[in-house]
């Protein structure tokens, strides 16, 4: 190999392989109109304020995942994000201000997944100040800030930089984890009394906790007479409230590096530190009593704190961890529920839950408070405490905000059966063995993308070079193929991104339970989940399945899963909009059906010949798709007439067709499954006799479907006197009469003896004994003797 030829595989390699680092060098402060950053140029591609405090660009946030953001430049700390919810790929992806003035930010070339929305016929540029704050305004502004366009003090995240405002068009959103810059559980934000107020809001519940919320707005040294709504950060170590919250940092008077951020722990802090210092210190924190943040530990837990240890969340006695990774989801029950007729009660000291009460009961004695929780079959404690001198009940529907600290005068008294108690020999001991961090370690974001193998590349380019020994000209070939593969065939990455071209996009839990009213209108059941009606943010009516399972999907598998069917794209199928993959929830988002389900159109005889023929049809091309069309092997193993929607047009759209590879995704020969799938009636003789699972399964629950649609009968049916017919199935009398008419000379005869008396008008009945006839070879017995899927289309397409 020839020498100069060394040193640029060595470039290329320290490219492919060095951690990723933030340059400066030769940034400039204003991006002007017309041009664009690019994620693949992100070292370089920044904006750096005039006094070289801040940066601007963009910042990586997970595996092959980037947000754009704003950050201090020494020992970069995050202030500021575009898209903290939404990060896009490592590769294609950029950020552009347009000629109509709109700053865009673009998700691997195709996606715009943020925007500052504005438009302007004046030249524009995007400056990065002194202070931290991005503004877009027009380019001869200077610093006339009446003429600002757009800025990023506007809309912040979890930060506040000095001279940044807090206002009640704005709140701050805490991360999920101290490396998870997605939005987390806690905000800030006035209230609709004026009060700035922290509030938890979790996945299940939400409640507020600072100012403490038993006290009144005076009692709190806060004022609700007041309307501007503004706090601020100044410079020298003040934040101020127009509430008259005024709080003073310990280093008050020296001018430093501030900001303000809402903590993942709900926890509100002030940091400084020294120019030239790289660590951050803590000037201010809002909450000095860590265990008072609501939702810490979760459901059916308690919160211990001490100095030298830091905060601890255990179990209570009797209940065991849901997520030993994340405490936020608190405990559940060893024992079965509801309480057995002899239940006891485990005295905890100084322990309080604060708020679910089933009431206030002043001056009652411990044994009227367990007297009274004993016979309030929710019951799953009560709470009792002196005040004064009087002994105050509060018992408890749920065992949240849970925290035990000395100050506390009373005792919180916990249900458990008593067939438990063998088990809780201790409850100290008990408290004491389970006890554990409160946060045991936070993770990375993780998302979908697929990283390029950069490895892979570089070991062909080395072979390729040393076989072609020490030919000068070779390297710069080299060189072009290169670059000329990186161009032109973009990597897994960028194929893995096909998904947000559709609209595909991961929703957050709050977003669907907004959706959803609080998952309020039920429109489906079944044995993966319950289907709400929802409506998205941007108008659109959509399906939200809250999957049941949700446990039992990891959230890497998951995300690959959900991902390859969302790739999936026939007009026969019901396009999956988007998935939530947060905590513990795993829901899938469709589009919404105006018709229902074709179970309900049998049922309410609300279907014509034509119409039957057309869903049959349609729905025999939609399984034809899964089982030999899309790139991935997909059966349904769940065909029946539930999971068979209908659109406006009375299009049919198979529904649910993913759910049976989220549940089978470790068979890689699709040959046998952990547990029978499927519906009783519809389910093939292979479930029954556990024999090798093929797409026949599905064939044969088409083809029930088709005779029940047909008939109007369901798959246990009543004989025309109204009585049941035992051991007797829809397939065994369609082809009774079948076998009858098949001696006459009246062929199509049978149709009219078998078809739903509901169906009025004339019908084809060409075409309904086809379609009948094809329903039969359906459900055969013998898989073999069955149709494919495409078959069937054939037959139904003469």
């Given at each position: 190999?020839?020498?100069s030829?060394?040193?640029l595989?060595?470039?290329?390699?320290?490219?492919?392989?060095?951690?990723y680092?933030?340059?400066?060098?030769?940034?400039?402060?204003v991006?002007?109109?017309?041009s664009?950053?690019?994620?693949e140029?992100a070292?370089?591609d920044?904006?750096?304020?005039?006094?070289?405090?801040?940066t601007?660009?963009?910042y990586p946030?997970?595996?092959?995942?980037?947000?754009f953001?704003?950050?201090?430049?020494?020992?970069p700390?995050v202030?500021w994000m575009?898209?903290?919810?939404?990060?896009?790929?490592g590769?294609?992806?950029?950020?552009?201000?347009?000629?109509?003035?709109?700053?865009?930010?673009?998700?691997?070339?195709?996606?715009?997944?943020?925007?500052t929305?504005?438009?302007?016929a004046?030249?524009?540029?995007?400056?990065?100040t002194?202070?931290g704050?991005l503004?877009?305004q027009p380019?001869y502004?200077?610093?006339?800030?009446?003429?600002?366009?757009?800025?990023?003090f506007?809309?912040?995240?979890?930060?506040l930089?000095?001279?940044q405002?807090?206002?009640?068009?704005?709140?701050?959103?805490?991360?999920?984890?101290?490396?998870?810059?997605?939005?987390?559980?806690?905000?800030?934000?006035?209230?609709?009394?004026?009060?700035?107020?922290?509030?938890?809001?979790?996945?299940?519940?939400?409640?507020?906790?600072?100012?403490?919320?038993?006290?009144?707005?005076?009692?709190?040294?806060?004022?609700?007479?007041?309307?501007s709504r503004?706090?601020?950060l100044d410079?020298?170590g003040?934040?101020?409230s127009?509430?008259?919250?005024?709080?003073?940092?310990?280093?008050?008077?020296?001018?430093?590096?501030?900001?303000l951020?809402l903590?993942?722990?709900?926890?509100?802090?002030v940091?400084?530190?020294?120019?030239?210092?790289?660590?951050?210190?803590?000037s201010?924190?809002?909450?000095?009593?860590?265990?008072?943040?609501h939702?810490?530990c979760?459901?059916?837990?308690?919160?211990?704190?001490?100095?030298?240890?830091?905060?601890?969340c255990?179990?209570?006695?009797?209940?065991?961890?849901?997520?030993?990774?994340?405490?936020?989801?608190?405990?559940v029950?060893?024992?079965?529920?509801?309480?057995?007729?002899?239940?006891?009660?485990?005295?905890?000291?100084?322990?309080?839950?604060?708020?679910?009460?089933?009431?206030?009961?002043?001056?009652?004695?411990?044994?009227?408070?367990?007297?009274?929780?004993f016979?309030?079959?929710?019951?799953?404690?009560f709470?009792?405490?002196?005040?004064?001198?009087?002994?105050?009940?509060?018992?408890?529907?749920?065992?949240?905000?849970?925290?035990?600290?000395?100050?506390?005068?009373?005792t919180?008294?916990?249900r458990?059966p008593?067939?438990s108690?063998?088990?809780?020999?201790?409850?100290?001991?008990?408290?004491?063995?389970?006890?554990?961090?409160?946060?045991?370690?936070?993770?990375?974001?993780?998302?979908?993308?697929?990283?390029?193998?950069?490895?892979?590349?570089?070991?062909?380019?080395?072979w390729?070079?040393?076989?072609?020994?020490?030919?000068?000209?070779?390297?710069?070939?080299f060189?072009?193929?290169f670059?000329f593969?990186?161009?032109?065939?973009?990597?897994?990455?960028?194929?893995?991104?096909?998904?947000?071209?559709?609209g595909f996009?991961r929703?957050?839990?709050?977003?669907?339970?907004?959706?959803?009213?609080?998952?309020?209108?039920e429109?489906g059941k079944?044995?993966g989940?319950?289907?709400?009606?929802?409506?998205?943010?941007?108008?659109?009516?959509?399906?939200?399945?809250?999957?049941?399972e949700?446990?039992?999907?990891?959230?890497?598998e998951f995300?690959?899963?959900v991902?390859?069917?969302?790739?999936?794209?026939?007009?026969?199928?019901?396009?999956?909009?988007?998935?939530c993959?947060?905590?513990?929830?795993?829901?899938?988002?469709?589009e919404?059906a105006?018709?229902g389900?074709?179970?309900?159109?049998?049922?309410?005889?609300q279907?014509?010949?034509?119409?039957?023929?057309?869903?049959?049809?349609?729905t025999?091309?939609?399984?034809?798709?899964?089982?030999?069309?899309?790139?991935?092997?997909?059966?349904?193993?769940?065909?029946?007439?539930?999971n068979i929607?209908?659109?406006?047009?009375?299009?049919?759209?198979?529904?649910?067709?993913?759910?049976?590879?989220?549940?089978n995704?470790?068979?890689a020969?699709h040959?046998?499954?952990?547990?029978?799938?499927?519906?009783?009636?519809?389910?093939?003789?292979e479930?029954?006799?556990?024999?090798?699972?093929?797409?026949?399964?599905?064939?044969y629950?088409?083809?029930i479907?088709?005779?029940?649609?047909?008939t109007?009968?369901s798959v246990?049916?009543?004989?025309?006197?109204?009585?049941?017919?035992?051991?007797?199935?829809?397939?065994?009398?369609?082809?009774?009469?079948?076998?009858?008419?098949?001696?006459?000379?009246?062929?199509?005869?049978w149709v009219?003896?078998?078809?739903?008396?509901?169906?009025?008008?004339?019908?084809d009945i060409?075409?309904?004994?086809?379609?009948?006839?094809?329903?039969?070879?359906?459900?055969?017995?013998?898989?073999?003797?069955?149709?494919?899927m495409?078959?069937v289309v054939?037959?139904?397409?003469?």
């Amino acid at each position: 190999m020839s020498i100069s030829l060394i040193p640029l595989l060595l470039l290329l390699l320290s490219f492919t392989t060095s951690h990723y680092e933030f340059s400066t060098c030769n940034a400039v402060d204003v991006m002007n109109q017309g041009s664009s950053f690019s994620v693949e140029n992100a070292e370089k591609d920044v904006l750096v304020s005039s006094n070289g405090v801040f940066t601007a660009g963009f910042y990586p946030v997970g595996n092959n995942a980037y947000s754009f953001a704003v950050w201090f430049t020494q020992n970069p700390t995050v202030v500021w994000m575009a898209n903290r919810d939404d990060p896009v790929n490592g590769k294609d992806s950029t950020l552009s201000l347009l000629s109509t003035a709109n700053l865009v930010l673009t998700d691997a070339g195709k996606v715009d997944v943020w925007s500052t929305n504005t438009a302007s016929a004046s030249s524009v540029q995007l400056k990065l100040t002194n202070t931290g704050n991005l503004i877009l305004q027009p380019k001869y502004a200077k610093t006339d800030q009446s003429l600002v366009l757009w800025q990023s003090f506007d809309s912040p995240t979890d930060t506040l930089l000095p001279q940044q405002q807090l206002t009640r068009l704005t709140s701050l959103i805490s991360p999920r984890s101290d490396t998870n810059y997605s939005s987390g559980f806690y905000k800030l934000f006035f209230d609709n009394d004026n009060l700035l107020r922290l509030l938890y809001d979790g996945p299940e519940i939400s409640s507020v906790y600072w100012p403490d919320p038993w006290l009144v707005s005076w009692n709190a040294g806060r004022s609700t007479y007041n309307i501007s709504r503004i706090a601020v950060l100044d410079s020298l170590g003040t934040f101020t409230s127009s509430d008259n919250l005024t709080v003073v940092t310990a280093d008050y008077g020296t001018v430093i590096q501030r900001r303000l951020k809402l903590d993942s722990d709900g926890n509100i802090r002030v940091y400084g530190r020294r120019n030239g210092e790289k660590e951050w210190y803590v000037s201010w924190q809002s909450n000095l009593l860590p265990c008072r943040v609501h939702g810490i530990c979760g459901k059916n837990s308690m919160c211990s704190y001490e100095p030298n240890l830091g905060r601890n969340c255990s179990c209570l006695p009797g209940y065991k961890i849901v997520d030993e990774s994340d405490w936020s989801h608190g405990c559940v029950p060893k024992f079965n529920l509801p309480y057995d007729n002899i239940t006891h009660f485990i005295p905890m000291e100084h322990v309080e839950f604060y708020g679910y009460d089933f009431g206030f009961y002043p001056n009652y004695t411990f044994d009227q408070c367990k007297s009274l929780c004993f016979h309030m079959s929710e019951c799953k404690g009560f709470q009792h405490s002196i005040s004064g001198n009087i002994f105050n009940c509060y018992p408890k529907f749920q065992l949240l905000n849970g925290y035990r600290s000395p100050n506390f005068a009373g005792t919180t008294f916990l249900r458990v059966p008593e067939s438990s108690l063998l088990s809780i020999s201790d409850s100290k001991e008990s408290l004491e063995v389970s006890a554990c961090p409160a946060n045991l370690g936070t993770r990375q974001l993780e998302r979908t993308y697929v990283k390029k193998q950069e490895n892979g590349s570089v070991k062909f380019v080395l072979w390729f070079a040393t076989g072609l020994g020490g030919l000068e000209a070779m390297s710069i070939f080299f060189v072009w193929f290169f670059w000329f593969r990186n161009k032109k065939e973009p990597g897994a990455d960028v194929h893995s991104y096909a998904l947000a071209t559709n609209g595909f996009r991961r929703f957050t839990y709050s977003e669907l339970k907004s959706a959803t009213k609080g998952f309020s209108e039920e429109i489906g059941k079944g044995a993966g989940g319950i289907v709400y009606k929802g409506v998205l943010s941007d108008g659109r009516v959509a399906a939200i399945k809250r999957l049941r399972e949700a446990n039992q999907y990891g959230e890497r598998e998951f995300l690959a899963e959900v991902s390859s069917i969302g790739r999936l794209n026939h007009m026969n199928l019901i396009e999956m909009w988007g998935y939530c993959a947060e905590a513990k929830h795993r829901l899938l988002v469709y589009e919404y059906a105006e018709h229902g389900s074709l179970a309900h159109n049998i049922q309410s005889n609300q279907l014509d010949w034509t119409k039957m023929f057309n869903i049959a049809f349609g729905t025999a091309r939609g399984l034809a798709y899964l089982h030999e069309e899309c790139l991935e092997w997909i059966l349904h193993c769940d065909v029946k007439p539930q999971n068979i929607l209908l659109d406006s047009n009375y299009n049919p759209k198979v529904a649910d067709f993913g759910l049976s590879k989220l549940l089978n995704r470790n068979d890689a020969k699709h040959s046998s499954f952990s547990r029978i799938r499927g519906t009783r009636g519809y389910m093939a003789p292979e479930w029954v006799f556990n024999l090798p699972i093929t797409a026949k399964v599905d064939v044969y629950s088409y083809g029930i479907v088709v005779l029940e649609m047909l008939t109007g009968k369901s798959v246990t049916m009543d004989d025309d006197s109204g009585l049941e017919i035992q051991h007797r199935s829809v397939v065994t009398w369609v082809r009774d009469k079948l076998n009858k008419v098949s001696t006459s000379s009246m062929t199509l005869s049978w149709v009219q003896e078998i078809m739903d008396p509901a169906v009025e008008g004339e019908y084809d009945i060409t075409k309904m004994d086809a379609l009948a006839r094809v329903a039969l070879q359906c459900v055969e017995e013998e898989k073999n003797k069955r149709p494919t899927m495409s078959q069937v289309v054939e037959i139904l397409s003469e």
